[in-house]
Structure formats: structure tokens, C-alpha cells
């Protein structure tokens, strides 16, 4: 496809916070809230908006917001302003140079993809290659209970959700796993450790094997890839990698290695579109299933990842749940709801959602602008 190129005119980034409903317990820590960088590119009258989804604290990957923050400030968007670009792969080169923050990258990408596709007076799936109005959704519970939990797993199977992940952790695994499969004999399950074991629990990961996983997200180590490939060889149940594959170098070491036989791709995560589009071909290449994961992210994120989700590789059920389950109110006008354990694809041109300008305002910091 080819247009006049978009010159980026302005860029503007606020950070927003939003209370989560409920807190959010995994291996690593809880969450209360959501906070977040809101980037938004503007071009010719148009807007481009995407998310960050780093923690503050590097409690899921290495990367932070303040140093985000910084290579955004400091390199990324005065590199973007004032500078014009026929498509993203023309933008990728001033992105690919700096090591590490695939976060911040994607930031910057993704609010291109959306200008983009909204220069094209096009949705964003289509720009991507993808199909369809609707994708299957599940939903990933935080770590609680076991009684509670089953609770929780029975109103989300009630509300259709299509696959159910529990949160791990040592000392909450195998009762849990047992007490929720003895509940639900049908129900298609998964399990997230957020790295919280070692190889020298290969033998009770092994006897996750008795419960029918669909897989087990990223057992061992963040920043491992070898010592999933040994365990995959003691253990049935499928391994699926997230934090391990933050570019598609390391989804291919993993798929050759098979040390991961599902995958977790989070745009946010893994330097932008460009990036989890050679992760999803890669996986194709290997007939290795993929599935679209979420940061709690709010509508902008939530938008972006239905669109992702569309990709014809995708075809086991996500984790872009309903927003409400998030938040109170959202910062767009849009509500993102699941309906029978489907999620619509927002209609209109690129992410297809419009901001809440009078809550965001009531929830984000005054916008420092670049230009
Ligand atoms: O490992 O997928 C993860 C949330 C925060 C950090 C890491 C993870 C998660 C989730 C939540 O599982 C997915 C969602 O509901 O957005
Ligand atoms: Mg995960």
C-alpha cells in the first residue's frame, strides 16, 4: 500500500491511572491499580493512539516506566517529530537501534499503525491482515482461594468465557489444579507460574500432566529459554512462552529448541506489530498455535489486541476479556465487552475506539507534548 507519507506533526504522552475493580495477584506480586503512558501521534488532523504496558517496578519483565519515559523523551519521539513516513516498516529503523525497552518501542509503533490505517480510512485488521468481527476470548484469574476460585471459574464459564487460566504460584498449584478440574471436568484450562519455579521442580510440574491442561505459561525463569526446552522434554502438558519471547530472535530459538509448543503474543510486549507479526508467521512455520495475551490494559491496549487477534494464526481464545471486569469506567467512549465468550472488533478506521476526553482528563496527568 502505498500514500503520501504521514508527517508526524506532534506527539503527546499523559500517564493514566485507574483503579482496578479487584486486585490482581500473581506470582511475582498484586495490583491495584492500573498506571500507564497514553501516547498519542498526531498527523494531518488525524490521532494515533497506544498504551504502554510496563509496570513501574520491573516485576514482570526488566523494563520500568521511568526508563520508558526516558528513551521516549530523550531518543524515540523527538527521532518521530516532524519526520514523515510512508507505512510503519519506514518507521521501524529509527526504533530498531536501541537495545532492550520493547515496550516503549511498541508504544511508538502502534500509535503509528493506528494513524496509519486511519489515513487509509481503514481498520486496523485490515492493514494487519486480518479477518473476521468477532474473536474468542477467556479469561486469566488472579491467585485467591481455592474455594473463591472456583467460584470465579464457574461465573466466567457461565458467562461463556472459552478458556479459563489460573494463576500459580509454590504452595498453590496442585490442590488448586485438582479442586478446579474435579469442579469442571470439560472445561479448558491453563495454567500462568509468571516464572515462579525452577528445574528442580520438574517433578511436580510433571504431574500437572493429570489435569488436561491446554498448557502451562512460562513455568521457569523470564529470561530462560534452554531450561524450558529440558523441561518440556520430562512433562506432557504443552509449555507456552510469555515473558521469554520479547522478539521473534527468541521465538525462534524457543520453536527450534521446542521449548515452547503454544505462544503468548503481547504486542505491547514485543516491540509492535511488525515484530509479533514475524513471532505469528514464525509460529505458523512450526504449526505452533498462538494466542493474543492482555496487561490489564484499558480500552486503547484492549482495542489494539482484538485487532491483533484477528491474525489468521491466532486460533486458540485470548485473554482480552471484558473491560468491566478491569474498571469501573474506561478512558473510551467504546464499551469492550464479551458476549458468549466473543469479543466484537470495534468498527470505524484503525483501532476503532475514541477517547473519554472528560474522564481522561479526571485520571491522567496534563499532556507533555513534543513538536
Ligand atoms: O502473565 O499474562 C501474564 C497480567 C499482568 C502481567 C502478566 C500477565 C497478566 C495476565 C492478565 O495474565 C491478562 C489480562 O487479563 O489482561
Ligand atoms: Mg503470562
Not at 42 to 67: C, F, I, K
Not at 130 to 156: F, W
Request: charged content about 25%; glycine content about 8%; some cysteine.
Amino acid at each position: 500500500m502505498t500514500r503520501t507519507p504521514l508527517r508526524i506533526d506532534r506527539a503527546e504522552i499523559r500517564l493514566v491511572r485507574l483503579p482496578l475493580v479487584t486486585p490482581f495477584t500473581i506470582s511475582t506480586g498484586t495490583m491495584t491499580e492500573k498506571l500507564f503512558p497514553l501516547l498519542t501521534l498526531y498527523a494531518g488532523g488525524l490521532e494515533g493512539y497506544a498504551e504502554g504496558v510496563m509496570d513501574p517496578l520491573p516485576d514482570y519483565l526488566d523494563e520500568t516506566l521511568a526508563g520508558s519515559l526516558s528513551l521516549l523523551r530523550d531518543a524515540l519521539l523527538p527521532a518521530v517529530v516532524g519526520q514523515s513516513f510512508a507505512n510503519p516498516e519506514a518507521l521501524e529503523p529509527l526504533l530498531t537501534p536501541w537495545r532492550g525497552h520493547r515496550m516503549a518501542l511498541a508504544m511508538v509503533e502502534m500509535a503509528f499503525w493506528d494513524l496509519w490505517a486511519k489515513s487509509l480510512d481503514l481498520p486496523l485488521q485490515t492493514v494487519l491482515g486480518g479477518n473476521g468481527d468477532a474473536i474468542d476470548v477467556g479469561v486469566s484469574l488472579g491467585i485467591g482461594p481455592i474455594d473463591s476460585t472456583i467460584d470465579r471459574v464457574a461465573s466466567h464459564l457461565e458467562q461463556g468465557y472459552k478458556r479459563i487460566k489460573l494463576k500459580i504460584k509454590p504452595g498453590h498449584d496442585i490442590a488448586l489444579i485438582r479442586a478446579v478440574r474435579d469442579a469442571f471436568p470439560q472445561a479448558r484450562l491453563s495454567l500462568d507460574a509468571n516464572s515462579c519455579y525452577t528445574l528442580a521442580d520438574s517433578a511436580l510440574l510433571a504431574r500437572l500432566d493429570d489435569f488436561a491442561l491446554d498448557y502451562i505459561e512460562q513455568p521457569l525463569a523470564w529470561n530462560d529459554i534452554h531450561d524450558h526446552a529440558t523441561l518440556q522434554h520430562r512433562i506432557r502438558t504443552p509449555i507456552c512462552l510469555d515473558e521469554s519471547l520479547k522478539s521473534a530472535r527468541e521465538a525462534r530459538l524457543a520453536l527450534m529448541l521446542d521449548a515452547t509448543r503454544v505462544i503468548n503474543i503481547k504486542v505491547g510486549r514485543s516491540g509492535g506489530y511488525l515484530e509479533s507479526k514475524r513471532i505469528h508467521d514464525l509460529a505458523r512455520a512450526f504449526d505452533v498455535p498462538v494466542w493474543c495475551g492482555g496487561m490489564l490494559e484499558s480500552g486503547i491496549g484492549r482495542a489494539h489486541n482484538i485487532h491483533l487477534s484477528t491474525l489468521p494464526g491466532f486460533t486458540k481464545p485470548g485473554d482480552t476479556s471484558s473491560s468491566s471486569r478491569y474498571f469501573t469506567r474506561d478512558i473510551t467512549n467504546e464499551r469492550l465487552e464479551s458476549v458468549d465468550g466473543r469479543m466484537a472488533v470495534p468498527q470505524g478506521a484503525g483501532i476503532g475506539v475514541t477517547l473519554d476526553r472528560a474522564f481522561l482528563d479526571s485520571v491522567a496527568t496534563a499532556p507533555e507534548v513534543f513538536k
